[in-house]
């Protein structure tokens, strides 16, 4: 089985702090995870992916993440939040071989000017 | 390249009527796999078709049913409609298999349902 979780429902962050969203997960052998962010009565769009190799991965929008085996996370960042950046961010994770996509229940990221 | 197109973008229901509704995935790709999200349950993935064929399903009920067009277009539907059927129904497309490794899925606005 896999899972993901991300124990924050809410992030708060003033425009212009960096900005961290959590996210760990549980699979078997190595994991694959993404990152999609949310918009308003939008669909999900794609910010970036880890395969394998470089622990930290740069994505769309100034985002990148951090992968850490031994502590099972993927958490997301931002150097410099900015209004536009608040949205409902999704962590998912799929195993090797074929398996489905697994996501958390979502982060909702909210940025005050 | 256009992105993931889905059609209607709303539509309103009642209990016991069906509904299709319509994914055109980014040109190239061949895959299509659809998610149901709800406030309560999140984004749960009902099936993905590749090639014609469904390759995987979720653990949703039979009144949920698909499939794939040669044109690797695809349509979602749903049967004798419940109110907990109500739920933004989310498509995505990848190039390969989307259950393969690293392949990245990339999704569509959505058809939010509403059934009354």
């Known amino acids: 089985a896999q899972s993901v979780a991300q124990p924050e429902d809410q992030v708060n962050v003033a425009e212009g702090n960096p900005l961290t969203v959590k996210c760990t997960y549980s699979?078997?052998?190595?994991?694959?995870l993404f990152w999609y962010v949310q918009y308003p009565n939008r669909g999900l769009q794609f910010l970036l992916k880890?395969?394998?190799?470089?622990?930290l991965v740069k994505g769309s929008y100034g985002f990148e993440a951090e992968f850490n085996k031994s502590q099972t996370s993927f958490h997301l960042k931002k150097p410099s939040a900015l209004v536009s950046d608040s949205a409902l961010y999704f962590c998912?994770?799929?195993?090797?071989?074929?398996?489905?996509?697994?996501f958390g229940k979502g982060t909702m990221l909210l940025v005050s000017p | 390249k256009a992105g993931v197109t889905q059609t209607p973008r709303y539509l309103i229901k009642t209990r016991g009527q069906q509904v299709t509704l319509s994914c055109s995935p980014i040109s190239g790709h061949r895959s299509v796999s659809w998610y149901q999200q709800t406030p309560g349950q999140g984004l749960q993935f009902l099936f993905e078709?590749?090639?014609?064929?469904?390759?995987n399903k979720g653990n949703f009920p039979g009144r949920f049913s698909g499939r794939q067009f040669s044109n690797s277009r695809s349509e979602m539907n749903v049967s004798t409609l419940e109110l907990g059927d109500s739920a933004l129904y989310l498509c995505?497309?990848?190039?390969?298999?989307?259950?393969?490794?690293?392949?990245?899925?990339?999704f569509g606005p959505g058809t939010r349902l509403l059934v009354l």
């Open positions: 998912a994770v799929r195993r090797g071989g074929y398996s489905t996509l697994t």
């Open positions: 078709y590749f090639s014609e064929t469904q390759r």
């Open positions: 880890y395969i394998t190799g470089d622990n």
């Open positions: 995505a497309s990848s190039l390969g298999l989307a259950g393969v490794g690293g392949e990245t899925q990339y």
């Open positions: 699979v078997s052998g190595n994991p694959y």
